[in-house]
């Protein structure tokens, strides 16, 4: 019943690439490499240019930060993570938005899929609200972190939208590693493997049994497509 469930979530999660196919921005190769561990999710873009290379030393540099406070508490770090990742898609929807009005001019879907995107994000962070029950700390982290982050992304999107979709599928990658890490701890028993929470159940339509492996490998498949979908944002500057 999950592998049935798995494949209709993969189905709808490949939409937003079909979509960028059917408008214009075909796949040009956009993942260099591709990580040996035999993992079909793992797929790394090597940087190429400065606006690469930008965003990925800015990417290692926050993923530095986030494992040295969360450490191994992955319950907790999704949900401070998962309201920053919630922001790139609505940021860059609006300013595609705003610039369709201004040229009176149609975007090709792009406005659609970003703010998608933007709401699967947010949909991450609800399930792990139940799951992990962030403090008074890591709320105020949350929301100084999103203050920030909203400000400063916004700002590169108008100054660099090619780097500010790369430096999302930098995030995103790490996201895909991150979430492999959570699964290996559920696997290995170290971590409870819980019930899911119902508010995944019905977003997911997962099966009423499912539990938390369940969750974060359809997270980490939602993760994967965000990935592919902002590296090839990034590779249409280039066109």
Known sequence: MLDKD???????????????DSIGMSDTSEFSSFDHSGDPLSK??????????VAFRLTRMLRFFADLFFAKRYGHRAVVLETVAAVPGMVAGMVRHMRSLRRMEDDRAAIHILLEEAENERMHLMTFVEIAQP??????????????????????????????????GYFEEEAVYSYGEYLAEVDSGRLENMPAPKIAIDYWKLPADARLRDVILVIRQDEAGHRDVNHRFANSYDA
């Open 6 to 20: 798995l494949n209709e979530h993969r189905s709808l999660s490949s939409f937003s690439t079909l979509i960028l």
């Open 44 to 53: 790394h873009h090597i940087p190429s240019g400065i606006s690469d290379r």
């Open 135 to 168: 403090s008074a700390f890591e709320r105020l982290l949350i929301l100084l972190a999103q203050g920030v982050f909203f400000t400063s992304f916004l700002t590169l999107y108008v100054i660099s939208g090619r780097t500010a979709h790369r430096l999302v």
